[in-house]
């Protein structure tokens, strides 16, 4: 959201050199170093983060444990994918020829569907 709001704005930042922060709810974040490259602008702005961002779900504090707890997002039945990637299923064989236990598999909601 942040190269997006430059993009928009009169910054420049083909050169520079940046940390990304990523963290999620759990226990885990990253710093990535970079460097911001040439058509970053153009690139910034196809991503339609804002876009996204703007379909955001309010959560009661129940309604996050249970999707957290169960891993599962048919736990919140009113929110249906539509125009995006989504977690079809994750993955859970653990055989001595193929293990993907924890891998997750995503799939691309075109119309409305549920995941």
Same mark, same amino acid.
Request: negative net charge.
């Given at each position: $959201?942040? %190269?997006?709001? $430059?993009?928009?704005?009169?910054? @420049?930042?083909?050169?520079?050199? %940046? ?11 990253? $710093?990535?170093?970079? =460097? #911001? ?8 702005? &196809? ?7 703007? *379909?955001? #779900? ?6 996050? @444990?249970?999707?957290?707890?169960? &891993? &599962? ?6 929110? =249906?994918? #539509?125009? @995006? ?7 859970? &064989? =653990? ?8 891998? @997750?598999?995503?799939?691309? $909601? =075109?119309?409305?569907? *549920?995941?």
């Amino acid at each position: $959201a942040g %190269m997006e709001d $430059a993009a928009r704005g009169e910054v @420049e930042l083909a050169g520079k050199d %940046m940390v990304a922060i990523g963290y999620g709810s759990g226990d885990a974040s990253e $710093a990535i170093p970079m =460097v #911001v490259q040439p058509g970053w602008r153009a690139a910034s702005l &196809r991503s339609n983060i804002d876009g996204a961002l703007n *379909r955001a #779900v309010t959560l009661t504090k129940e309604e996050y @444990e249970k999707i957290h707890d169960t &891993r &599962r997002a048919d736990a919140y039945p009113a929110y =249906v994918p #539509v125009d @995006e990637f989504y977690i079809q299923r994750r993955g859970n &064989r =653990v055989e001595p020829a193929f293990q993907d236990l924890g891998i @997750e598999y995503y799939d691309y $909601a =075109v119309k409305a569907t *549920r995941a």
